[in-house]
């Protein structure tokens, strides 16, 4: 009978140290490659015009032609801010608008935070408030749920309604911004004044 043995040579870690490191650099520069050729950003968005509408609703306290006694007619000022914003997608990917919000920064710090109109009460707002259709011009809305298709631009008309303020307080607003925030992705904000 014959006797097979296997020798296995003991080979020190220190061989091992070349190969591990090329694997290493070679690893780092596809990294660095995918990291440098990739964006940073899903999007970017930019305003390109601003108009700010204030309005006022009285509500009275008529009844018939009797004042109740003790009350006082209330006003209710909304200031709607209409934005012209363009959303430009660095994806090859479409990307998709979830939310738009905005807030005003008052001279205090504290701030002013509302959402879009939404597409369904876009109609009574236009009904309501003349002046607010007036300035949307016909222009498109840009919206929830907007597609804007990878590599591309999309630009519409972000309609922002800020209740309780009037156009004293736009003019003395240190700071105004218009927040896309697409899905998967951290929001993008841009500034309206």
Same mark, same amino acid.
């Given at each position: 009978?014959?006797?097979?043995?296997?020798?296995?040579?003991? #080979?020190?870690? #220190?061989?091992?140290?070349?190969?591990?490191?090329?694997?290493?650099?070679?690893?780092?520069?596809?990294?660095?490659?995918?990291?440098?050729?990739?964006?940073?950003?899903?999007?970017?968005?930019?305003?390109?015009?601003?108009?700010?509408?204030?309005?006022?609703?009285?509500?009275?306290?008529?009844?018939?032609?009797?004042?109740?006694?003790?009350?006082?007619?209330?006003?209710?000022?909304?200031?709607?801010?209409?934005?012209?914003?363009?959303?430009?997608?660095?994806?090859?990917?479409?990307?998709?608008?979830?939310?738009?919000?905005?807030?005003?920064?008052?001279?205090?710090?504290?701030?002013?935070?509302?959402s879009a109109v939404e597409k369904?009460?876009?109609?009574?707002?236009?009904?309501?408030?003349?002046?607010?259709?007036?300035?949307?011009?016909?222009?498109?809305?840009?919206? #929830?749920?907007?597609?804007?298709?990878?590599?591309?631009?999309?630009?519409?008309?972000?309609?922002?309604?800020?209740?309780?303020?009037?156009?004293?307080?736009?003019?003395?607003?240190k700071h105004a911004a218009v927040?896309?925030?697409?899905?998967?992705?951290?929001?993008?904000?841009?500034?309206?004044?």
């Amino acid at each position: 009978m014959h006797e097979i043995k296997f020798h296995q040579t003991h #080979r020190p870690f #220190r061989h091992f140290l070349w190969p591990i490191a090329i694997a290493f650099v070679v690893l780092a520069a596809v990294g660095i490659g995918i990291y440098v050729r990739s964006p940073h950003a899903p999007a970017k968005v930019s305003v390109t015009h601003v108009a700010a509408v204030p309005t006022t609703v009285t509500y009275s306290n008529d009844v018939g032609t009797l004042k109740l006694l003790g009350k006082t007619d209330t006003n209710e000022n909304t200031l709607y801010v209409l934005a012209m914003v363009k959303v430009h997608n660095n994806l090859n990917t479409p990307v998709f608008v979830k939310d738009l919000t905005g807030a005003l920064t008052m001279p205090d710090g504290s701030e002013l935070l509302t959402s879009a109109v939404e597409k369904d009460d876009v109609p009574a707002t236009f009904t309501a408030f003349p002046k607010v259709k007036e300035a949307a011009d016909g222009k498109p809305l840009l919206l #929830r749920e907007t597609e804007v298709p990878g590599m591309s631009d999309k630009e519409g008309l972000v309609l922002l309604g800020f209740r309780d303020a009037t156009q004293q307080t736009w003019d003395q607003s240190k700071h105004a911004a218009v927040k896309i925030a697409p899905y998967h992705y951290d929001p993008i904000v841009a500034e309206l004044k």
